[in-house]
């Protein structure tokens, strides 16, 4: 774990005690030569990595007039790729399998692409061609490769599922921007658009988000957005969309920094959008929930928001701005700035092949601009964990982690949160725990829904809402997990952890309390003990035990952990836990 990620947390405190009025000081500063500085997705190479023997990406020269064999094995391979792609694959025709970039005259790939067609419509998938593009061959004649998404129409609920957090400052543009992507009419530049995200009178009021909310996107198996048509209820949008966005919209302002971390830890996101206001730059938390998503290992990208309301001069400040911080030590990320179709999708295939590229939008909620290229992005975006993970985790026993608790007319006890493994089916026992006393209780799931429509089946690494029936909602609190019977879930009061301290004002020692994030889990912590020192200064490593205030827990060795008190800040891993039971008689 690198300690400099430690620079984003003191610059955020820093600049939060001088109230945020910080410049850079060669923010002026003119660079002559602008496409140096970013991966152009536009340099094609003339060759492309080898082909995969796994993966969903699949190469082929040409498909032209196959024979009925030949076809059906080619159907049954297609299959596989989209299996490996848990829905979708990418398909490069023109293309030798040692990813030589071959080409093929326009009649040949007409007639590939039918024969693509076909193949997709056996597998129940459709096709599209994200781009193609011409390649240099000694012939009058143009020689063109194409790559092209097979996505699976959906069946039976099971589209492919990724989880966006929505990072930035206070005033970025965060809900409008959501606004604007899921419902698909722009913004008025008063806040219109975000009005349908808010979720509390004072929110309306004030125009700031202070909860979670969770905002869904979905696309059609050709990549058409089904927010847009004219009934656009959930359970209307589930049912057509082969691959779902869902947003979690966290809070920008620093009075709810805690709300923000939950979402962060608890919600599993599989990828963060930093919105950046292209008026205003890099201020208040926009550092500070980097850092975060950093710490955490969410891969981040960036959207500059408002651009609108500037100067180009001034959006191409911003951007330099952020070029600076995303190359300084502490962060080691590429910056690709994204500026056609063609980089959104080259975009989108790197950003989840390597974690260090960065892509960068610049977009208004207002004017529309560039949001397409986004819409493009996260259309195409594969899901990081391959098919193989996902089984695994099928396969190993139920646990379902709390995050929220709701009591619903009719229904009565509600849960929402994310299954962290294994599989949960309507009407199955399950025990939730632990209690203040460290102990587990029956119960019964009722009924599932994903995305406010009905389910019948859970998968790992989804998120839902579960139906207890009349379960007494006082015995439950975020934090909480639903397991299996058969499992056997370590309670602990107690646990040591390798810590990173980011950010301190004076010395971290025995005795000092921080309220300690380990996944859903919330709750103050004193630390017990420090191993081989007195005290620990910012950018100290150093094996911490804790041990919880109010109740036990359920954690796992190896989990990232988070803590914070005012000001100070760090970032860890569990690395032992100690069973309540061994000293069941002192917590």
Request: charge should be positive; glycine fraction near 8%; charged fraction near 25%.
């Amino acid at each position: 774990m690198d300690p400099r990620v430690s620079e984003l947390f003191g610059a955020a405190a820093a600049a939060q005690k001088s109230g945020g009025r910080k410049t850079a000081k060669n923010g002026s500063k003119k660079f002559k030569n602008r496409s140096a500085r970013y991966p152009k997705a536009s340099n094609n190479p003339p060759y492309l990595p080898p082909e995969a023997e796994e993966g969903n990406i699949e190469y082929k020269l040409k498909l032209v007039n196959p024979t009925q064999c030949r076809f059906e094995h080619l159907a049954t391979q297609m299959k596989w790729r989209l299996q490996e792609g848990r829905g979708e694959a990418v398909y490069q025709i023109g293309v030798e399998d040692n990813g030589l970039l071959v080409g093929l005259t326009e009649e040949d790939m007409k007639a590939s692409l039918k024969t693509l067609r076909r193949m997709a419509e056996k597998v129940g998938a459709d096709i599209t061609v994200l781009r193609e593009r011409e390649v240099d061959h000694n012939s009058d004649e143009p020689y063109r490769i194409a790559e092209v998404l097979v996505r699976k129409v959906p069946d039976d609920q099971q589209f492919l599922d990724l989880r966006v957090a929505v990072l930035g400052n206070v005033d970025s543009g965060k809900s409008t921007l959501l606004g604007v992507l899921t419902q698909g009419e722009l913004d008025n530049g008063r806040g219109r658009a975000r009005l349908n995200l808010f979720r509390h009178l004072h929110e309306i009021q004030t125009g700031r988000t202070s909860s979670i909310s969770i905002e869904i996107l979905g696309f059609d198996s050709r990549g058409g957005v089904v927010n847009y048509s004219e009934s656009r209820t959930a359970e209307e949008i589930c049912e057509s969309a082969s691959k779902m966005i869902t947003f979690i919209d966290l809070a920008g302002h620093h009075k709810y920094l805690k709300t923000t971390i939950f979402g962060l830890t608890s919600y599993c996101p599989d990828f963060a959008m930093l919105v950046v206001s292209a008026n205003t730059g890099i201020a208040g938390t926009t550092r500070e929930h980097l850092g975060l998503a950093m710490a955490l290992k969410v891969p981040i990208f960036i959207v500059v928001s408002k651009v609108d309301l500037c100067t180009k001069g001034t959006v191409e400040r911003t951007v330099r701005q952020l070029e600076r911080i995303l190359k300084q030590p502490g962060c080691n990320k590429v910056p690709m700035l994204v500026s056609s179709t063609d980089d959104a999708v080259t975009a989108a295939q790197k950003f989840a092949q390597s974690p260090s590229i960065t892509p960068i939008f610049t977009l208004s909620s207002v004017s529309g601009e560039s949001l397409d290229l986004l819409k493009v992005f996260f259309n195409i975006l594969p899901p990081l964990s391959d098919s193989k993970e996902q089984e695994e985790l099928m396969q190993q026993l139920t646990e379902f982690q709390i995050d929220e608790i709701y009591t619903v007319p009719d229904v009565g006890t509600v849960v929402g949160g994310t299954l962290y493994s294994g599989i949960c089916r309507e009407g199955e026992q399950l025990v939730v725990g632990p209690t203040d006393a460290g102990q587990f209780r029956e119960l019964a799931v009722c009924s599932i829904q994903r995305n406010r429509s009905g389910c019948r089946v859970l998968r790992a690494g989804q998120a839902a809402t579960l139906a207890l029936g009349d379960f007494d909602r006082s015995l439950l609190r975020k934090g909480m997990v639903m397991v299996s019977p058969e499992m056997n879930p370590t309670i602990c009061w107690r646990f040591e952890a390798e810590i990173v301290l980011l950010f301190h004002a004076k010395t971290f020692h025995k005795g000092f309390q921080v309220t300690v994030h380990v996944g859903n889990v919330r709750q103050t912590a004193t630390v017990e003990a420090l191993q081989g020192k007195d005290e620990l200064r910012t950018g100290e490593k150093a094996g911490v035990r804790f041990k919880f205030i109010k109740h036990p827990e359920y954690l796992k060795v190896g989990a990232k952990l988070l803590f914070r008190e005012g000001a100070t800040k760090g970032i860890g891993q569990v690395t032992k836990l100690q069973p309540a039971s061994q000293y069941q008689q002192q917590p």
